[in-house]
């Protein structure tokens, strides 16, 4: 069974940094590419950050800059460096695997609390 593990999440002031780690097991993703998505309170699921199984990242617009995604192969885990957070950046952030272009549902963890205080 496939399980998405988030963790690190917490309460920051603005300014501050944190970094987010979703572990991966039940399988190898190493060839997939995997995703951190954010809902903010009454917004709609977004996409933050994307990386590709060869490490090509794209980031949402309002996170360019700031955070970083990379990923650990070996360890089947993906991370979410945030750096320079501001209170629009409170959401619970979600870990995905798309798989949907393969006929397949996503992927997805439990999510995990970000706060930021301004």
């Known amino acids: 069974q496939v399980q998405l593990v988030e963790s690190g999440g917490g309460l920051v002031q603005a300014g501050g940094s944190l970094r987010l780690s979703c572990a991966a097991s039940g399988s190898t993703f190493t060839f997939y590419a995997m995703a951190w998505y954010r809902q903010g309170p009454g917004r709609r699921r977004e996409l933050v950050a994307r990386?590709?199984?060869?490490?090509?990242?794209n980031y949402a617009d309002s996170v360019k800059g700031r955070f970083t995604i990379s990923r650990d192969n070996a360890k089947n885990t993906v991370y979410l460096q945030m750096n320079s957070l501001k209170p629009e950046d409170t959401a619970v952030y979600y870990c995905?695997?798309?798989?949907?272009?393969?006929?397949?549902?996503?992927?997805w963890g439990q999510g995990t609390q970000v706060t930021v205080s301004s």
């Open positions: 995905n695997v798309p798989r949907s272009h393969l006929g397949f549902p996503d992927y």
């Open positions: 990386i590709t199984s060869g490490g090509t990242t």
